[in-house]
């Protein structure tokens, strides 16, 4: 009595306040791993050295990992902790992993001598390893759990609600895709260290780890809210054995006396009961269509990757400037549009016409469309790749000039290759020369000539600048170490000093230090190119400032200090590597594409899958559809690793290729799929069960009264 309400009495119509604390707490671990995510192809890059190939690898490594580590997940949960302390000590896991990863981006953890890169990448990169599979290990561990423990939350007749948990869970998803991909490059733009400024990357791991300690602390506060059901044993276990005592059982019978049996399933019915064996059935029946799957993940999760890089080869100018990690943003935005329009008018059009757009149809469609986005991501990687400018192959020299005087000059290339003239202040592109034959040069300005004999390497890109003095021609050789893009899409700035004297460079924080005249610095990332820096040069004598004109993303530049008068600095900008011309939006239509085949393809399988699984059986499913995805990002390492392709465009054609094979192999396995009704079944097993034992009770209260009047 006194006023308190029955369990059962309790209105089923409220959506649980335990459930509104997971749903909470799933954001800020999705928002979490989206943001390293993001920022781990931009630091591996660029933080520890890797070329793009490796990074590739490893980002997918990492992602195959996450979609692994749900299998054991699931097993500790069921079988062992349960589900609370599962997510509980894996998020524990989680938050240490972020810290180690954050400690290994720390730059001055081993730069002793303070040159602004650290002096043992090793270390970094071994750390850097620690975290990522900590991190893979807590957030693939749990993810299994926290969906299962939501809707383990609601009552049997509170299906409606059950069913807003999940939708809400999915939009969890895509709302922390999209706040991610506004904060990331925010995060980026960041500078922090001790003995030199540098791209603030603990500060963008730092932000995860956070909040990953605020995904725990909500959880938790909600611990006494929550419905917590002990382990009843893990049903992925169970299927084993009796898929393996299946398969023990028909081998040790397999001789031609002992008679065949329906499935070889059944050959497990001397130990397990009919239903158990019914059940296995169905799954295995929707397992056997997963096997073509992963080909659709190994597409689709290039996007984090290879759809990144692509971007930082383009231009991000909307009128605002676009990082090229920001391009992900799309995908949450055209979610957010596909999904209701597909629900509200696609498919009840389609159902108007009167056509049979069955789940594993819808899949097969999405998966068509996915090849066709790596066909348009192919197309754009052409148009970009006809901007860049061809680096000296073997047994080939590249020459830029630089006249940096006031008068024009000649330059003529001995013995008698190429002549070519120089405007004052301005600069040719790249000559390209066969090395073995350029021995020396000729600068002819006005009345003034001078010889450069040539020992130069091959394969190897210089830079000549040069200025007419009243009595002779000064010069000046630079080997540029740099032949293509920055890989982050930001911009390179290297300083000539034009100025009769020493000059000391500095462009608002970034120190190129003292330059004597004629002299080059080396080139510096600009960490955000798309807004004015001050250019300060001082000398013995005099103190000059200019702001900077708005610079172009993926644009190396060598800015040349010509004038100092009344503090104000003059300078000339010399574009060493070209901007980029194809524009990010150029992107749009194949993430359009992908985004409609995820709809069709992801959300539509999950349906699929636990339409066709019984009860009891749907964490076995989950597990597998998750494998997949695992499986998609090895089949990346593999294809990456032994394709002898260098053009990226020839391996999105490919991928395409291999996902549209793969489309048909699919199509023809739907075809001769029969849908089912679990819940018939085993309402059938049930009745016959309920038969069984009626009978045999009846026999025994028979046998009980035969036994009495004896």
């Given at each position: ?24 707490s ?17 630091y ?18 990492f992602?195959?990992?996450c979609?692994?580590t ?7 949960a069921?079988s ?43 270390v ?15 957030t ?21 609600q ?13 709302v ?127 996007q ?18 676009i ?14 549009i ?23 149809k ?44 006031a ?18 202040n301005e600069a ?17 300005s ?6 450069e ?24 050789w ?12 930001k ?15 500095v ?19 600009l ?7 001050i ?45 980029s ?85 699919f ?17 059938q ?26």
């Amino acid at each position: 009595m006194g006023g308190r309400i029955s369990r059962q009495s309790r209105p089923r119509s409220r959506f649980p306040l335990g459930a509104t604390f997971i749903i909470n707490s799933d954001f800020f671990e999705r928002f979490s791993f989206f943001v390293t995510a993001g920022v781990l192809i931009i630091y591996c890059i660029n933080f520890l050295r890797w070329d793009v190939r490796v990074t590739a690898a490893i980002y997918h490594t990492f992602v195959a990992l996450c979609y692994l580590t749900p299998i054991l997940g699931a097993i500790i949960a069921d079988s062992w902790l349960g589900k609370f302390k599962t997510i509980l000590y894996l998020s524990i896991v989680y938050i240490t992993g972020q810290a180690v990863l954050t400690v290994s981006s720390i730059n001055d953890l081993t730069d002793h001598n303070q040159d602004g890169s650290p002096d043992n990448v090793a270390v970094h990169t071994a750390l850097s390893m620690v975290g990522l599979i900590l991190i893979a290990l807590g957030t693939g561990g749990i993810k299994p759990c926290v969906s299962a423990f939501g809707a383990d939350q609601f009552e049997d007749d509170q299906e409606n609600q059950r069913s807003k948990f999940f939708s809400y869970f999915y939009g969890n998803t895509a709302v922390a895709s999209f706040i991610s991909a506004i904060v990331i490059p925010r995060l980026m733009a960041s500078e922090c260290g001790i003995h030199s400024k540098q791209q603030c990357y603990p500060l963008a791991f730092g932000v995860p780890a956070a909040l990953m300690a605020v995904f725990l602390v909500v959880f938790v506060i909600g611990s006494r809210m929550y419905k917590k059901a002990k382990p009843q044993g893990n049903v992925m276990l169970e299927v084993s054995k009796c898929v393996g005592f299946a398969i023990k059982n028909r081998f040790r019978h397999r001789s031609k006396e002992f008679p065949k049996r329906e499935h070889w399933l059944d050959w497990a019915s001397d130990k397990y009961d009919k239903r158990l064996i019914a059940q296995i059935k169905m799954v295995l029946r929707v397992l056997f269509l997963y096997i073509p799957l992963p080909m659709f993940w190994a597409v689709f999760d290039q996007q984090g990757s290879r759809w990144t890089l692509q971007a930082t080869a383009m231009n991000g100018d909307f009128g605002f400037q676009i990082q090229p990690e920001q391009m992900q943003i799309v995908k949450p935005i055209l979610i957010f549009i596909i999904i209701p329009v597909a629900d509200y008018l696609v498919y009840p059009l389609i159902k108007k016409c009167k056509l049979n757009f069955t789940p594993l149809k819808k899949m097969t469609v999405g998966m068509f469309l996915g090849s066709m986005a790596f066909v348009a991501a192919a197309l754009v990687q052409v148009q970009i790749d006809k901007t860049y400018q061809v680096s000296p192959a073997a047994g080939q020299t590249q020459i830029k000039l630089i006249n940096l005087g006031a008068v024009p000059a000649t330059v003529r290339f001995q013995p008698q290759l190429q002549s070519v003239e120089v405007a004052p202040n301005e600069a040719t592109g790249y000559l390209t020369f066969e090395t073995s034959k350029l021995q020396s040069l000729d600068i002819i300005s006005a009345t003034l000539n001078k010889t450069e004999h040539l020992e130069l390497l091959e394969r190897q890109r210089f830079t000549l600048a040069f200025k007419q003095r009243p009595t002779d021609i000064s010069s000046t050789w630079v080997e540029d170490n740099v032949t293509s893009k920055p890989e982050d899409g930001k911009s390179l700035v290297r300083f000539i000093n034009n100025l009769p004297l020493t000059a000391n460079v500095v462009m608002d924080n970034i120190r190129f230090g003292k330059l004597y005249p004629l002299s080059v610095s080396n080139y510096s990332i600009l960490p955000n190119p798309s807004w004015p820096y001050i250019i300060s040069a001082s000398t013995a004598l005099t103190y000059c400032v200019v702001s900077s004109k708005i610079l172009e993303y993926g644009v190396a530049y060598t800015i040349s200090l010509d004038e100092c008068f009344a503090s104000i600095l003059k300078v000339t900008y010399f574009e060493d590597i070209l901007p980029s011309k194809v524009h990010m939006a150029w992107q749009i239509p194949q993430y359009f594409l992908l985004t409609c085949a995820e709809v069709l393809f992801s959300v539509t399988g999950l349906e699929f899958s636990y339409s066709q699984a019984p009860s009891n059986m749907k964490s076995v499913l989950q597990a597998g559809w998750l494998l997949t995805v695992a499986v998609g990002n090895i089949i990346v390492l593999i294809v990456a690793g032994v394709s002898a392709i260098q053009q990226q465009w020839a391996e999105y054609v490919l991928f395409a290729a291999l996902l549209l094979v793969v489309c048909v192999i699919f199509a023809i396995m739907a075809s001769f799929y029969t849908y089912i009704d679990p819940n018939e079944i085993e309402a059938q097993f049930s009745k016959e069960e309920k038969e069984e034992d009626k009978k045999d009770q009846d026999t025994n209260e028979k046998e009980a009264e035969a036994h009495s009047q004896l």
